[in-house]
Structures are given as C-alpha cells and as structure tokens.
C-alpha cells in the first residue's frame, strides 16, 4: 500500500506538514518541476535520511521560463513521477492541478536577489532567478519544513535560494546534494529526454571538460584562468555544441557563494545542443 499523499492546494499542503511538526516530526522538502529522474530521488532520499518526513513539490512555474518554448517542451510526466516518489519513501507529493493554485488572480509580488541573480544563467536567461525566488520562497513559507533539498547541477540556483532564505529570514534550512551523473559523466537533468540519440552521444563532453578544465587549473591556482577557459570552449564547439553560453571560474567562498573572480572556486558552463540547454558546474581544487 503506497504512502504517498497528494496535495493539490496550498491548504492541504499546510494542513499535512503542520499536523506532522505538532507531533514532533521533522519534514524536508523537496521542490522539482517534475518528469523525476534519480538525481531528483537522491534528493528525496536525502530528505528521508535528514528528517522524519518528505515531501517533494511539482510545479512548471511559468516565470521561471524565458522562452515559451522552452515551457512548452518542458517534459511532463506525474503518473510516473507519483510511481518513483512512492519507490523511495516520499510521504507527500504537493502537485497543483492548476497555476492560478500558485499564481491566483492579482498576482504581483516579485522576489529577486540582486546580484547574483544577474550573472551566468541570470544573464542568459532573464528574469529566471527572480522567477525561481519569487516560487521557491512561496513553497518554503507554504510548507515551512525544516530543511529544503537543492542539487548542485543548479550550483547558481541552490547559491540563490540560500541567500534569499537568510535575507528574508525564512527558517529553513537549505540543503545542498551532490550532483547525480549517469555512467558516463553526464549530469542527469529532466531536459535529458529531449535529446535525439546523436545529441545525448555528445553531451558528456561538458562534463569531460569541465573536470579536465577544472584540475588544469587546479594545478596552478595562481596562474591566469583565461586561455584554459578559451580551451574549453573551443573543444566544446569542436565536440558539437552548437553554441556556448558561458564557461567561468568563480569563487566559492565559505558560505558557497558565487562572490568573486579572484580566487578558484567553481566551474560553470552552459551550452547548447541543438534546442535543448544543457548546464554543469564541478569544484576546482
Ligand atoms: N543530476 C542532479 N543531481 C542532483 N540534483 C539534481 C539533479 N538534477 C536536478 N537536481 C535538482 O532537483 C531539483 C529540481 O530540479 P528540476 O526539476 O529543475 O530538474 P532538472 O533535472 O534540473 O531539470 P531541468 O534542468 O531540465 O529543468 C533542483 O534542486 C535540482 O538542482
Ligand atoms: C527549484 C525549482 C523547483 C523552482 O521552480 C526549479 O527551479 C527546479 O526544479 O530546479
Ligand atoms: N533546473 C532549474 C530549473 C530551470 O531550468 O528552469
């Protein structure tokens, strides 16, 4: 008999976790857009090692998108998705049936960290960030677990929601997961399924490069970034990637922020093949 329960509006949502923090129990949250692959049950199972309950979230949250469609094409998949969270333990699933569940009619508060939301992805994609604030700060004050789970394939985004949560002194803890590859290399992500098979043949390149960029210039952290950077892109575009977003070193300074250029910290890159964006980050040094 599956344990999952599924809420469809904001009070249920509430009313579920509330009744679970009244008898002692701590929750995790887990927010996905859905089409749920391992790296997002890695996440899920995290949430049950940390605390007593897990709850994931599935919502395409509209104002996060740049580009319609990229919305529209965004994979869609909660018959199986409800399936794989029962699989590992996820106590409730928040699924609203409709956006105005999230969005009702009159809507307009925005919730945008400046700064790091204006660099890298923020730059490439605009208003992303604020998006991705605007609804994360939503589910958090929604649901208010104890901790939230983000993976590191969103380096920037997981740096974001921390910030944010700090700044508005919401009470939850934000959690950072390692990124979850497939054999070879490739972070796994949801866009993945929309790859034709020539296109996932040459994906794992951004993670290949990325890591031998990454111990490049780990050897001599002292020594200029820039022409290992030039290198990685060129292999990039010589390997079939039809254009490069952004490769760049960034500081990863104590509290995981993205602060500063000066010393090495992390390596982030967006590329794309064909229409689909593909995006990876790994530690340097
Ligand atoms: N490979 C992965 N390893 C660890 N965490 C991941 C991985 N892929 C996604 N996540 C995390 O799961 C959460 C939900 O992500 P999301 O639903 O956007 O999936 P996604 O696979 O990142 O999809 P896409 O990048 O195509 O939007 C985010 O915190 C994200 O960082
Ligand atoms: C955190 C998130 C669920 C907010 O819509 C989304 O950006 C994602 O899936 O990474
Ligand atoms: N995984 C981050 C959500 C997005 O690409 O919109």
């Given at each position: 008999m599956s344990g999952l329960a599924i809420a469809r509006d904001v009070a249920a949502l509430r009313g579920q976790v509330a009744g679970w923090r009244r008898a002692g129990e701590t929750v995790g949250l887990v927010p996905t857009m859905g089409a749920l692959h391992e790296g997002h049950l890695t996440l899920v199972r995290r949430a049950k090692e940390r605390c007593d309950r897990a709850v994931a979230t599935i919502f395409v949250n509209p104002?996060?998108?740049?580009?319609k469609e990229d919305l529209e094409s965004y994979p869609r998949s909660e018959a199986e998705d409800v399936r794989l969270l029962e699989s590992v333990g996820c106590d409730l699933l928040f699924a609203p049936l409709d956006v105005a569940v999230i969005y009702p009619p009159g809507f307009v508060t925005r919730v945008s960290v400046a700064g790091?939301?204006?660099?890298l992805d923020g730059l490439h994609r605009p208003g992303h960030f604020d998006g991705v604030t605007t609804v994360v700060s939503k589910l958090l004050l929604q649901a208010l677990p104890d901790v939230a789970f983000f993976g590191e394939k969103d380096f920037q985004q997981q740096t974001i929601v921390r910030r944010m949560a700090r700044d508005l002194d919401i009470p939850v803890e934000i959690a950072a997961v390692p990124t979850v590859r497939e054999a070879d290399g490739l972070a796994m992500s949801s866009r993945n399924r929309l790859l034709t098979p020539e296109q996932r043949a040459l994906a794992p390149l951004l993670a290949r490069v990325l890591n031998e960029t990454a111990e490049a210039i780990a050897?001599?952290?002292?020594?200029?970034a820039a022409p290992f950077i030039a290198q990685a892109r060129l292999r990039l575009g010589r390997g079939?990637?039809?254009?490069?977003?952004y490769v760049e070193l960034r500081a990863a300074d104590d509290l995981g922020?993205?602060?500063?250029?000066?010393?090495?910290?992390r390596l982030l890159a967006a590329a794309w093949l064909g229409r689909t964006r593909l995006i990876d980050n790994v530690a340097v040094g």
């Amino acid at each position: 008999m599956s344990g999952l329960a599924i809420a469809r509006d904001v009070a249920a949502l509430r009313g579920q976790v509330a009744g679970w923090r009244r008898a002692g129990e701590t929750v995790g949250l887990v927010p996905t857009m859905g089409a749920l692959h391992e790296g997002h049950l890695t996440l899920v199972r995290r949430a049950k090692e940390r605390c007593d309950r897990a709850v994931a979230t599935i919502f395409v949250n509209p104002k996060q998108f740049d580009r319609k469609e990229d919305l529209e094409s965004y994979p869609r998949s909660e018959a199986e998705d409800v399936r794989l969270l029962e699989s590992v333990g996820c106590d409730l699933l928040f699924a609203p049936l409709d956006v105005a569940v999230i969005y009702p009619p009159g809507f307009v508060t925005r919730v945008s960290v400046a700064g790091l939301s204006a660099c890298l992805d923020g730059l490439h994609r605009p208003g992303h960030f604020d998006g991705v604030t605007t609804v994360v700060s939503k589910l958090l004050l929604q649901a208010l677990p104890d901790v939230a789970f983000f993976g590191e394939k969103d380096f920037q985004q997981q740096t974001i929601v921390r910030r944010m949560a700090r700044d508005l002194d919401i009470p939850v803890e934000i959690a950072a997961v390692p990124t979850v590859r497939e054999a070879d290399g490739l972070a796994m992500s949801s866009r993945n399924r929309l790859l034709t098979p020539e296109q996932r043949a040459l994906a794992p390149l951004l993670a290949r490069v990325l890591n031998e960029t990454a111990e490049a210039i780990a050897v001599d952290p002292t020594a200029e970034a820039a022409p290992f950077i030039a290198q990685a892109r060129l292999r990039l575009g010589r390997g079939g990637f039809d254009k490069i977003d952004y490769v760049e070193l960034r500081a990863a300074d104590d509290l995981g922020e993205l602060a500063s250029l000066e010393r090495p910290g992390r390596l982030l890159a967006a590329a794309w093949l064909g229409r689909t964006r593909l995006i990876d980050n790994v530690a340097v040094g």
